[in-house]
T-cell receptor
Framework: DQQVKQNSPSLSVQEGRISILNCDYTNSMFDYFLWYKKYPAEGPTFLISISSIKDKNEDGRFTVFLNKSAKHLSLHIVPSQPGDSAVYFCAASSNAGGTSYGKLTFGQGTILTVHP | GAGVSQSPSNKVTEKGKDVELRCDPI?????LYWYRQRLGQGLEFLIY????????KSGLPSDRFSAERTGESVSTLTIQRTQQEDSAVYLC??????????????FGPGTRLTVL
């Protein structure tokens, strides 16, 4: 049962344009969401997060939007740069059962390619 | 400072053999997580350590999998009698404290395990 889904395996955009990566979740107990970026042969690195009490969080070129009613979040990168080319993972955690630690449930990832 | 390191980076083994994967977390990080990423899938949570105790082992796929941690330092993930379905990248992550879900998890580069 895939609780976090990234339905687009890949996305290709032109440098300078906006990249929009999407993520859907099914577990209504999730209350904290994160995006990680992964380059080949490296571990994922944290990019940006959002708590369920917010609907938007912005950090420089990266903005994450959360639509709780639709159980959907998206990552916007603007303007996109060739160095942004990587695999992007959406992840979520919940406080179910008093879980106070950072157990994460990940989506399958989306390969972003930004063309010069 | 040094990040999370994992060894070996690659391991090829024959079905039925035992393997041991090692993780060196960032110094001072009390929380340690193991994840697994099978081909085309997202990261799956395996086990969480707070110090040298493991309050959550719920992600371990079978009793062939076990993990230990020495103090707040090195952790080893052992897979006994490996099967072909164990082939995956095994990732380790550490964070400052397990009591706060919002502490960033820093990932190692992973160990790619191939079971022939």
């Amino acid at each position: 049962d895939q609780q976090v889904k990234q339905n687009s395996p890949s996305l290709s955009v032109q440098e300078g344009r906006i990249s929009i990566l999407n993520c859907d979740y099914t577990n209504s107990m999730f209350d904290y969401f994160l995006w990680y970026k992964k380059y080949p042969a490296e571990g994922p690195t944290f990019l940006i997060s959002i708590s369920s009490i917010k609907d938007k969080n912005e950090d420089g070129r990266f903005t994450v939007f959360l639509n709780k009613s639709a159980k959907h979040l998206s990552l916007h990168i603007v303007p996109s740069q060739p160095g942004d080319s990587a695999v992007y993972f959406c992840a979520a955690s919940s406080n179910a059962g008093g879980t106070s630690y950072g157990k994460l449930t990940f989506g399958q990832g989306t390969i972003l390619t930004v063309h010069p | 400072g040094a990040g999370v390191s994992q060894s070996p980076s690659n391991k090829v083994t024959e079905k039925g053999k035992d393997v041991e994967l090692r993780c060196d977390p960032i110094s001072g990080h009390t929380a340690l997580y193991w994840y697994r990423q099978r081909l085309g899938q997202g990261l799956e949570f395996l086990i969480y350590f707070q110090g040298n105790s493991a309050p959550d082992k719920s992600g371990l796929p079978s009793d062939r999998f076990s993990a230990e941690r020495t103090g707040e330092s090195v952790s080893t993930l052992t897979i006994q009698r490996t099967q072909q379905e164990d082939s995956a990248v095994y990732l380790c992550a550490s964070s400052l404290a397990g009591t706060a879900r919002y502490n960033e998890q820093f990932f190692g580069p992973g160990t790619r395990l191939t079971v022939l």
